[in-house]
């Protein structure tokens, strides 16, 4: 269907896994402001004529949305099907961001 994803293995070609675009799976952002952001499918916004949006909630339980051809599904239910990236896509705000430079920063000099 359209919008799912299919894990292929490269060295037979064959199909290992579909995961299916709905409500429930774990999604990774490829655009717009929310980037590089995992989370779980919410629900979808239908808009006839103009852009579909979709609601994501990340493991901290933030919520975000984005349009449509932006979510690529990762995985079925909470359970991702590749290797995270560091922080697991979970956006931090910048306070949060200064803190762990801080923090980093202190390890690396003593």
Not at 28 to 52: C, K, Q, W, Y
Not at 54 to 68: E, I, Q, Y
């Amino acid at each position: 269907k359209v919008h799912d994803t299919v894990k292929v293995n490269l060295e037979t070609g064959e199909i290992e896994e579909t995961f299916h675009f709905e409500s429930g799976n774990l999604a990774m952002i490829t655009g717009g402001n929310n980037v590089g952001r995992v989370g779980i499918i919410a629900h979808r916004e239908r808009h006839p004529g103009s852009f579909e949006i979709v609601h994501l909630r990340d493991s901290k339980g933030h919520s975000f949305a984005t349009r449509l051809q932006n979510v690529f599904v990762i995985g079925n239910g909470k359970k991702p099907c590749i290797t995270l990236p560091k922080g697991a896509g979970i956006k931090m705000t910048i306070l949060e961001e200064r803190a762990l430079t801080v923090k980093d920063t202190r390890k690396a000099s003593a």
